[in-house]
């Protein structure tokens, strides 16, 4: 008996079948492998975008800390010039300037009854800024305790985003942790 070292049609398929069997496990090795690695990239390029919106989230509370401060100089500036001290002396200075004026030749009184005019409607106007500053100082105190409240909330979400996730990934381990207490809610 001789054997034919020839393959039969059906070794042939068979052959076939098993190459074509082998690729295609080879392209989903491939594949998986792709999607893998877009995955790692994708997990970092979130964690990057993460961190870099933290940072803007502190940029702006910086900035705009930095705002309220610089607000504050210049209310502080403001009423430093507007102090009530400062404006009383004026006021008394004003009071007396009438009668200073009179004994004034006649030629300077006018020019001095003017500069009283205007030194009046500065003391006014002072006065003005004086109780305006005093409410920017109020308003920038309010808006700094803002500004850090807020820097505090961001900061606490931050925390927990990077610990859970997401705040649906909040929410199911407070539901879970809820669950095994018994339920309580």
């Avoid at 690695?37 to 997990?43: D, L, N």
């Avoid at 964690?47 to 209310?75: F, G, P």
């Amino acid at each position: 008996m001789v054997v034919d070292d020839a393959e039969t049609p059906l070794q042939k398929e068979s052959a076939e079948m098993k190459k074509e069997v082998a690729e295609e496990e080879v392209r989903e090795e491939k594949v998986e492998l792709d999607v893998q690695k877009k995955e790692e990239v994708q997990e970092k390029q979130d964690a990057e975008v993460k961190d870099m919106d933290a940072l803007v989230d502190v940029a702006k509370t910086k900035t705009t800390e930095a705002k309220v401060h610089s607000k504050q100089t210049i209310v502080a500036k403001t009423r430093e010039l507007t102090a009530p001290d400062v404006t009383a002396k004026i006021e008394k200075s004003v009071e007396e300037a009438p009668a200073l004026i009179l004994k004034l030749p006649p030629a300077m009184q006018e020019e001095a009854k003017q500069d009283l005019a205007k030194t009046v409607t500065t003391l006014k106007k002072a006065k003005k800024e004086e109780a305006a500053a005093a409410e920017a100082i109020h308003d920038a105190a309010l808006q700094m305790f803002e500004v850090k409240n807020e820097a505090q909330t961001d900061s606490a979400a931050t925390e927990i985003i990077n610990e859970f996730g997401t705040m649906d990934a909040l929410h199911e381990k407070l539901e879970a942790c809820h669950a095994c207490a018994g339920g309580a809610k």
